[in-house]
């Protein structure tokens, strides 16, 4: 079992920019979750997804949008990157409520 | 939604002292608690968790307290050693049924020897 991977491991990208992160899990879990943290704020939720097929805003959505591809994959997409978005990104997933939540190795994104 | 405050944002302790971590809630309905641990460049992970419905809950050296009338919960690390020094994160849930957590700012934990 890998558990949560997430891809890129570091980006740096210019204001502006565009790309896409990428998060799987391999432990069938319903719920997916994208976080940011930033230092002295804690996890900040961007987006969840409760089960396939859905998704939701979290506290910060702003920026940024989701695709949650199959019970799998659950994608985290800036369109157009700026500075704020500077951050580690960690993806996460569970199996249903008031479970642990299994999280990614984080991408570090800086924005210039 | 839910607000969670977590004190204090340092903590420095002496190797086999006790630790303390404070998080206090606003919901009243939350019944979910769970503590994470981040070692530093690491990804967050469990290390204990309480429900609404016991007070108490132990792990080897570790343990948390809930009072839910005084809408706080505390993380208690004894016999403190080097790899404890980490940062820890408190969370309740944020309403709803799909699990969403709203997690406290951090601690981070030095354990000097």
């Known amino acids: 079992n890998a558990g949560v991977t997430q891809t890129p491991k570091f980006q740096v990208l210019k204001t502006g920019q565009s790309m896409t992160l990428q998060c799987a899990q391999d432990m069938n879990h319903n719920s997916m979750y994208w976080y940011r943290q930033d230092p002295g704020m804690g996890l900040r939720l961007i987006y969840y997804?409760?089960?396939?097929?859905?998704?939701d805003k979290g506290e910060v959505p702003n920026g940024y949008n989701v695709s949650r591809l199959n019970k799998r994959e659950f994608s985290l997409r800036l369109e157009s990157a700026a500075p704020s978005q500077t951050s580690v990104y960690f993806c996460?997933?569970?199996?249903?409520?008031?479970?642990?939540?299994?999280f990614g190795p984080g991408t570090r994104l800086t924005v210039l | 939604g839910e607000n969670v405050e977590q004190h204090p944002s340092t903590l420095s302790v002496q190797e086999g002292d006790s630790a303390v971590i404070k998080c206090t809630y606003s919901d009243s309905a939350s019944n979910y608690f769970p503590w994470y641990k981040q070692e530093l460049g690491k990804r967050p992970q469990l290390i204990i968790d309480i429900r609404s419905n016991v007070g108490e809950k132990k792990d080897q050296r570790i343990a948390v307290t809930l009072n839910k009338t005084a809408k706080h919960f505390s993380l208690h690390i004894t016999e403190t050693q080097p790899e404890d020094s980490a940062v820890y994160f408190c969370?309740?849930?944020?309403?709803?049924?799909?699990?969403?957590?709203?997690f406290g700012a951090g601690t981070q934990v030095v354990v000097t020897p």
């Open positions: 996460a997933s569970t199996t249903n409520r008031y479970n642990e939540q299994f």
């Open positions: 997804s409760a089960s396939e097929g859905t998704t």
């Open positions: 969370a309740a849930p944020d309403g709803g049924d799909w699990g969403k957590l709203q």
